[in-house]
């Protein structure tokens, strides 16, 4: 099956910029953040809701390319892919370009683990593996 | 003249929540700077071109109520008001609630002084002037 | 009693900065915490002890005047004293001045209520008063 | 040659910690770039002086594996290693683990180009090459 997909927008704002006159590097994070929580909304399961549950999905890997600027007040589009990485662990591609143009500006992936409320790694419970599409 | 103000709305997120649960008091000034973005885009010249005309506003004094929590994917309207403050300065008021009921989150002006490109006190040019209502 | 003192340094980090080419305005809340972090370590039980041991302190009121600038990598000296507030509050005064020359950069209080485990206000217990030297 | 190498020290801040109970995730840029800071610094040349000479660093990639947890307070030790990557770029590497036992918490590499003031790309200028020890 194909990666679920989403597509959410964002303006970079003052607080992320930095004195070279763009976005500092780890507002990305947080922008990749965002794309997650969208994401499982439009699931039908928000990761706030996730967590309620008891499932935790903790940031364990990323690898992230700076590909082109963003200023202050500029419009990012963001998509969000998302599918299980073998049976334990879920993997979130994201890709930001300007809304304007489409020239990107960011692109990367985020690996996560599976915890339980103990912060103890575990399988992924079936509610969560149905989500995913698998 | 009344003051002029917008309403806008946003979640908080995951990178702004801190151990106690609910988000980082420091986020809340984040957050008031994106009203004062918003606002001053619908005044027909938002922030970004300012700068570009040579006009910063930076903060320099704040005060702030931090009234009732707020967690992590709530979401929040926040409504700013803005006037000119004595003939150099400009005051933003900030009230943030729940956008579910209403319930009050945080509150506070924020003061800024008008510099000029140089990062020199200037008095407001007329353009800014008739934009706040004047 | 004279209010408890304690002075640390801190660098402005890059991340800090912001297109206007000093630290974006929420990093002092972040400072802030950094002196209150230091001054109850000082008084002999670190904050991150007292949470442990069911207080928290969350901030209720700040004000905050930005008197200075600072730029990336400049060294600041932080000056944070405490006391309590009424019975129910405590109250930290916080000053920040270039270590280089003792020019102003930012001063303000934050004020900050006693919250047990559960979220709800509590009086101080005896530990943190016998701490506050009252 | 080997790669040049310096240690840092820095506590993990109440700001930088999220509702999970540790850090958050894009905190980590944020200290990898404390270490470049100090590193630079040890070398000589502090990177807030290499913007002033007129060479600017950007990030352009990133990988970082988050291994373990580190929590409020914690007190982490942080090691960078910096080379040239190929003729016009730098590579750091960071490292950090509790400074209490040396248990790991997070690594990865920061791979940066070389910009002019105009923010075109450059070949490093010889004073930043002769600094890297090659």
Redesign the interface.
């Known amino acids: 099956m194909p990666p679920i997909e989403n597509i959410t927008t964002l303006?970079v704002?003052?607080?992320e910029?930095?004195?070279?006159?763009?976005f500092?590097?780890?507002?990305?994070?947080?922008w990749f953040?965002?794309g997650r929580?969208e994401i499982t909304r439009k699931l039908g399961v928000?990761?706030?809701e996730m967590?309620t549950r008891g499932l935790?999905l903790?940031?364990?890997?990323?690898?992230?390319?700076?590909?082109g600027?963003a200023?202050?007040?500029d419009e990012l589009r963001m998509t969000t892919r998302v599918a299980m990485f073998g049976r334990a662990r879920v993997r979130f591609e994201h890709e930001i370009v300007h809304a304007a143009n489409g020239a990107a500006v960011a692109r990367g992936y985020t690996l996560h683990a599976c915890l339980g409320p103990d912060?103890k790694l575990i399988r992924p419970p079936a509610w969560f593996v149905a989500l995913m599409g698998l």
């Open positions: 303006r704002r003052y607080s910029t930095d004195q070279m006159g763009g500092y590097n780890s507002r990305v994070l947080e953040e965002c929580t928000p990761y706030s967590e935790f903790p940031l364990v890997e990323t690898h992230i390319e700076f590909v600027r200023r202050y007040d912060g």
